[in-house]
């Protein structure tokens, strides 16, 4: 049985239109941080930054009926940690009656969300780095650090 983060992911390929969508301006790949249809996708931060509008966002950790407390959040991640709360439990999201207790499970969860959301970003840095390594090999040589200055000149 499927899961509902595997559930809501076939979702958003499905309304982008494509099993590998990509914003074409900056590459995020991560499906609910983007919109469009396939080929014309963009994710949230590049359709904010073209509408002239900051793309920090606050949000609210334990969700808007458990706490005020906001933490900002690039918009990207603020809709993967916004996607991934619709698997918290309905009781605790909503809390109508106030529950301390619930109130607390969501600023868990909240945090738990936010934290994995940085652990999908950082797991990307290696590759990059890799990638990058490989691209100045090609260009410069094996020993390509050689040709540029990295030394910290303040301290």
């Known amino acids: 049985m499927a899961s509902g983060d595997e559930i809501r992911r076939e979702g958003h390929l499905r309304r982008l239109g494509s099993r590998r969508p990509r914003c074409h301006r900056c590459g995020e790949t991560v499906p609910a941080a983007l919109t469009g249809r396939h080929p014309h996708v963009l994710c949230y931060e590049c359709r904010t930054r ?7 966002e606050q949000d609210h950790i334990a969700g808007r009926h458990n706490s005020e407390a906001t933490f900002p959040l690039p918009g990207n991640a603020h809709r993967t940690k916004s996607d991934r709360m619709r698997d918290w439990p309905r009781r605790t999201v909503q809390n109508t009656e106030g529950s301390p207790l619930l109130a607390a499970a969501a ?3 909240g945090w738990l969300d936010i934290l994995w959301t940085v652990a999908e970003f950082a797991e990307r840095v290696p590759r990059l780095l890799e990638g990058l390594d490989a691209w100045l090999t090609e260009r410069h040589g094996r020993k390509w650090w050689g040709d540029f200055d990295l030394e910290d000149r303040d301290g």
Do not use: E, T, W
């Not at 073209?50 to 920090?56: E, M």
């Open 50 to 56: 073209a509408d002239g509008r900051s793309v920090i």
């Open 107 to 109: 600023c868990v969860r």
